[in-house]
């Protein structure tokens, strides 16, 4: 027979069930936040070429090829002023790794073994902290968009020109307009 001053098991078990299950604690917060609409820079830009590539930038100091990142190669124009620059975001990162205008210096050259790669230099780069210049070069997945990118890039470049020059105005109508093809999927 059981002894009735001792608890049984039944009420033993709801006890260690009662100690398991956790408190409803909800804490409000002390400040309230609102959501904020932050425009990016490329808001106000039209794509004219946006496909994947991969960047690497020249080390002077190890004399070598350091990749600088992996994400979209965009050629943008401003909708005001119709500037043309090349700008690439990292994949996921989102951070800059390539940001400066086309201007009449540039001269893409094919990068030595490759028909899908170019490289160019680029007096003030913007993508860092500090302006500089840098030798980039960019590889794509193929020859027929490493082509495309070439056309849109010298057509941006002739394009900056012609701004420059005063021999084409923002609203002209042979602006360089999207390749169908080459703004990505």
């Avoid at 098991?9 to 804490?27: G, L, N, Q, S, Y």
């Avoid at 070069?137 to 082509?147: G, H, L, S, V």
């Avoid at 990118?149 to 602006?175: H, M, V, Y």
Wanted: charged share 35%; hydrophobic share 35%; glycine share 2%.
């Amino acid at each position: 027979m059981s002894d009735p001053t001792q608890p049984t098991v039944a009420a033993h078990h709801d006890e260690e069930k009662a100690d398991e299950t956790e408190p409803d604690v909800h804490f409000e917060p002390v400040v309230k936040l609102e959501k904020v609409d932050v425009s990016d820079s490329e808001a106000a830009e039209t794509p004219i070429f946006k496909m994947r590539a991969k960047l690497f930038r020249f080390d002077k100091a190890a004399t070598e090829w350091k990749e600088r990142g992996t994400g979209e190669m965009k050629l943008l124009m401003h909708k005001q002023t119709a500037k043309v620059r090349v700008l690439m975001r990292r994949d996921k990162t989102l951070k800059i790794c390539a940001n400066h205008y086309i201007t009449p210096e540039m001269k893409l050259n094919p990068n030595v073994g490759s028909d899908r790669s170019w490289v160019w230099t680029a007096l003030a780069d913007y993508s860092e902290e500090e302006v500089k210049a840098e030798m980039l070069a960019a590889r794509f997945a193929n020859a027929d968009i490493a082509q495309r990118f070439k056309a849109k890039f010298e057509e941006a470049q002739k394009w900056n020109i012609a701004l420059t020059n005063g021999t084409a105005t923002p609203d002209s109508a042979d602006c360089p307009k999207p390749d169908p093809d080459a703004v990505g999927k």
